[in-house]
């Protein structure tokens, strides 16, 4: 069985506010550990029936950034829920609200 490693590093000031994050991933071509602005990570928890989510971004990540980041992460969800669960209906309605985070956003002029 194939097995791969995601390893995340997080560099924090005093007050625990990430200054630098890295990732790097034993499945990846680049073996060097690669700096991100943000990341949102979740895992399903079968025990429990719920979510647990990491989103962390630095200091120095721009607004701008945060607000296309946000949008392309949406955009990537629905095609990932299309992929896993066929439901089509849904995945347009949440397309159809991305066009609008993006329009409100003003993202297109970006």
């Not at 200054?19 to 034993?26: A, D, L």
């Not at 949102?40 to 079968?46: H, Q």
């Not at 946000?70 to 991305?98: H, K, P, W």
Request: net charge negative; proline share 3%; aromatic share 10%.
């Amino acid at each position: 069985m194939k097995k791969a490693e995601i390893k995340l590093t997080i560099e924090l000031d005093d007050n625990n506010v990430p200054e630098r994050i890295m990732w790097e991933s034993t499945d990846s071509e680049n073996t060097d550990a690669v700096p991100v602005k943000s990341l949102m990570l979740a895992v399903w928890d079968s025990s429990y029936k719920n979510t647990l989510r990491l989103d962390l971004w630095t200091k120095d990540m721009p607004v701008d950034e945060m607000k296309r980041f946000f949008f392309e992460t949406l955009q990537t969800m629905g095609d990932s829920f299309l992929r896993a669960t066929g439901e089509t209906n849904i995945v347009e309605d949440l397309r159809d609200y991305c066009a609008h985070f993006a329009d409100k956003m003003e993202l297109a002029k970006n």
